[in-house]
């Protein structure tokens, strides 16, 4: 439970990073789309499906008005839906299969709105439909299983983060006083940490990065679970959010929404903008081998 966090924010990242330009009905059937299984080396297997919608708005909600009619029409929500099955290893890499998925639910845009079908679509061939993440490297597939481009992936951050926390607990709720050790523990190793000024049950975790800004992460002291990330840089704005809703099931406490946000500034009417990603997760599954 205790790595579901990072991977989950690595997933969207990495399947958002490639355009999609026209959905494959890739609905899950009876036989599995990944071949990855739980190995002696694996901590964590995990299995679920996610309909993300994106847009974009203006970070101030007054701004709006200053907005072009191209910038106004990208607040329509695009809907597209992935299947994904990951594995985190005991020393902190990650494995991960994710595949572009249709749900029947999904709006169909027109042919010429902008964020659904294009004018001039991709040719089939050249639109991405699969991603699988082995050994620190990503490779993109279209839909006959070829290969579209590859490189490395950074899971520096993700592995750091798992590192940070992988103390908390091997299968439960730690007692308060081994909490405020491993509190301790992230404060050695340059964290500084405090009770959040207006939730007691958050603490809020703030790390200097090298490039002098800053990662603000808040924890649920009761979950024990990061519920938000946020980095900020050497001048003082944000550059992403990252935050998960999490709900109690019977196989645990599993995350069902997780919101993303990334800010820009607008080159038509220079407003400061975000592109904002909304996942909802079902059909979640854990397997663990700790």
């Not at 639910?105 to 089939?124: C, H, Q, V």
Request: hydrophobic content about 35%.
């Amino acid at each position: 439970m205790k790595h579901i966090v990072f991977v989950l924010g690595v997933a969207a990242l990495l399947f958002s990073s490639c355009r999609e330009d026209k959905q494959v009905d890739a609905r899950p059937t009876e036989s599995s789309f990944s071949a990855l299984t739980m190995t002696e080396d694996a901590a964590v297997r995990l299995r679920y499906d996610m309909i993300t919608a994106t847009f974009v708005l203006p970070e101030d909600p007054a701004d709006t008005t200053d907005l072009t009619i191209e910038e106004k029409a990208l607040a329509t929500p695009v809907y597209r839906g992935k299947r994904v099955n990951q594995m985190v290893y005991k020393n902190g890499t990650v494995d991960a299969d994710m595949e572009k998925g249709l749900e029947e639910s999904l709006p169909d845009y027109p042919d010429n709105a902008i964020g659904g079908k294009r004018a001039f679509p991709m040719a089939e061939e050249d639109q991405l439909h699969r991603i699988e993440v082995r050994g620190g490297t990503v490779t993109c597939y279209n839909a006959e299983g070829e290969i579209l481009g590859s490189g490395l992936s950074n899971t520096g951050n993700i592995a750091y983060l798992q590192t940070a926390v992988q103390h908390l607990g091997e299968g439960g709720v730690l007692e308060g006083e081994q909490f405020e050790y491993v509190l301790e523990s992230l404060r050695q190793a340059g964290f500084d940490i405090v009770d959040d000024a207006q939730h007691s049950n958050l603490a809020k975790w703030t790390y200097q990065r090298a490039d002098g800004g800053q990662r603000i992460l808040y924890i649920d002291k009761a979950l024990q679970k990061i519920t938000t990330r946020i980095n900020v840089s050497a001048s003082g704005e944000t550059e992403t959010v990252s935050q998960y809703l999490f709900e109690e099931t019977d196989s645990g406490v599993v995350p069902v929404v997780h919101r993303f946000v990334t800010y820009f500034d607008s080159p038509f009417s220079e407003t400061r903008m975000t592109i904002r990603k909304v996942s909802k997760f079902k059909n979640f599954e854990i397997e663990k081998n700790l």
